[in-house]
């Protein structure tokens, strides 16, 4: 059988208690051993409380940290996607744009980067957003006292990058991807086909007696002035030998 402590109150069951169950913000329970939740009582007038309280220690003025005044009696938890640094507020603070929080009742700016390969464009928010086919978040090399090294951006508001000219976005099956280098999340055009600008999701097959190279922006060529080291095969490809 458990002892639920004060704050709370046991769930039942033929008797047994088998589960404890905090009171709710603005009530308190200052009893141990409790199985109802009639044992949770209302905070007097102007007092309040947060969850699992045994007594109501504050005012609309004195919430703590990570909670905020809401009602006549309650110091509610801040939700995901906020959070609150300071004490007797009546709202929390948003997340950022490029942030996320995914626990409630945070006391300090607990808002998180969004990683490579996501964005977010919305403050309060609990998560963060893949990026989108033809796009993607991701990392650059940049020269580093000891050579290159990666710098990933984090923090995004949108999906950086499209994928280049000549190129696709890759995951054809999933239009949420979350790439975070163009490696990745882009794929070279086939011989015969051709993308003429970033972030396409798709390429275009070069028009009747057109032909390109692979990874093309264009189709200048013919079947008879493929580009050296290539050979006209089919109806619109140089490929090479």
Do not use: H, W
Not at 128 to 136: E, F, M, P, S, V
Not at 158 to 186: D, I, M, R, W
């Amino acid at each position: 059988m458990l002892n639920c402590p004060i704050g709370q109150f046991g769930s039942t069951v033929d008797d047994d208690m088998t589960s404890c169950n905090d009171c709710g913000a603005g009530k308190y329970n200052e009893q141990v051993e409790q199985s109802t939740s009639a044992a949770c009582k209302d905070c007097a007038s102007d007092t309040f409380s947060t969850v699992a309280a045994s007594s109501c220690p504050y005012s609309a003025t004195s919430c703590p940290p990570g909670t905020y005044a809401s009602g006549t009696a309650s110091c509610n938890a801040c939700g995901v996607g906020m959070y609150n640094d300071q004490v007797g507020q009546s709202t929390c603070k948003d997340c950022g744009i490029g942030m996320y929080n995914d626990q409630i009742g945070q006391t300090v700016p607990a808002c998180k980067d969004c990683g490579i390969g996501k964005y977010n464009n919305q403050v309060g928010q609990f998560s963060c957003r893949n990026c989108y086919l033809g796009k993607y978040s991701g990392k650059y090399a940049k020269m580093g006292q000891y050579g290159y090294v990666d710098v990933f951006y984090v923090g995004q508001s949108l999906c950086k990058f499209n994928c280049a000219t000549g190129k696709y976005g890759k995951y054809l099956y999933n239009a949420q991807v979350a790439q975070s280098t163009e490696a990745n999340a882009c794929q070279m055009c086939a011989s015969g086909k051709y993308s003429g600008a970033a972030g396409q999701l798709s390429c275009t097959t070069c028009a009747g007696g057109s032909f390109s190279t692979a990874a093309a922006s264009s189709c200048p060529y013919s079947a008879t002035s493929c580009p050296p080291g290539t050979y006209a095969s089919g109806t619109a490809s140089c490929d090479p030998y």
